[in-house]
Every structure is written in C-alpha cells, then in structure tokens.
Nanobody
C-alpha cells in the first residue's frame, strides 16, 4: 500500500520560511518523479514544483520560482520543499504526489498517488 505522509506545515509570518517533508512508503521511491501541489480555499489545486527520479531535473510554478526549492533524498524515501520569503498568497494545503514514471510533470492528472496534505498559513 502506497503512503505519502506530509509534515512541516504550520503558521508563519510573511517573509519567513518553512520546510515541508513527504515520507513515502510502499513504492519504488527512487524510480519515480515527485511533485508538490497546493490548494487554497475556493481555488483549484495548482502545481508548485516537480522533481525527476534522480533529482537532476526540477521545475517550478512561476509564482514560487526563486523562493521555493524542491529536493529529494532517495536513501530516506523523502521529498522536501524548502519555502523561503513566504507570502500571504502562499497560504494553502500543500500536497505531495508521486508519479508512476521517472520524469517530471506539472499536470496533476499525471500523478497516481497523493498524500493527505499539510496546512501552510502565512500571516501578514
């Protein structure tokens, strides 16, 4: 059974930082592409960042480029999202997602497995 468990969310002031983690089990983590998505109240889920199976290729939404960094530790089966210079508009539930393939994608339909989400709230 595949499990993706996010952690690290919380309340932070604008300009602050958080690091999200996603612990994966039940899948060949080192062989699949991973991503972070987010969903704010009243809005559709949106792509944040993606990383290929090796960690050698990444992609970001324009809204987070230069502020967020996605990374992975295949030895620990863990995905990370370092979020710096947080803005109030970054407030959302953040989801970890896993593909069945090795590459990156910004489309949620390309991801087979999803975590339960972790809340990030940025106050002004």
């Amino acid at each position: 059974q595949v499990q993706l468990v996010e952690s690290g969310g919380g309340l932070v002031q604008a300009g602050g930082s958080l690091r999200l983690s996603c612990a994966a089990s039940g899948l060949s983590f080192r062989l699949v592409g991973m991503a972070w998505f987010r969903q704010a109240p009243g809005r559709e889920r949106e792509f944040v960042a993606a990383i290929n199976y090796l960690g050698s290729s990444t992609s970001y939404a324009d809204s987070v480029k230069g502020r967020f960094t996605i990374s992975r530790d295949n030895a620990k089966n863990t995905l990370y999202l370092q979020m710096n210079s947080l803005k109030t508009e970054d407030t959302a539930v953040y989801y970890c997602a896993a593909r069945s393939y090795s590459g990156t994608s910004s489309k949620d339909i390309d991801y087979r497995y999803w975590g339960q989400g972790t809340q990030v709230t940025v106050s002004s």
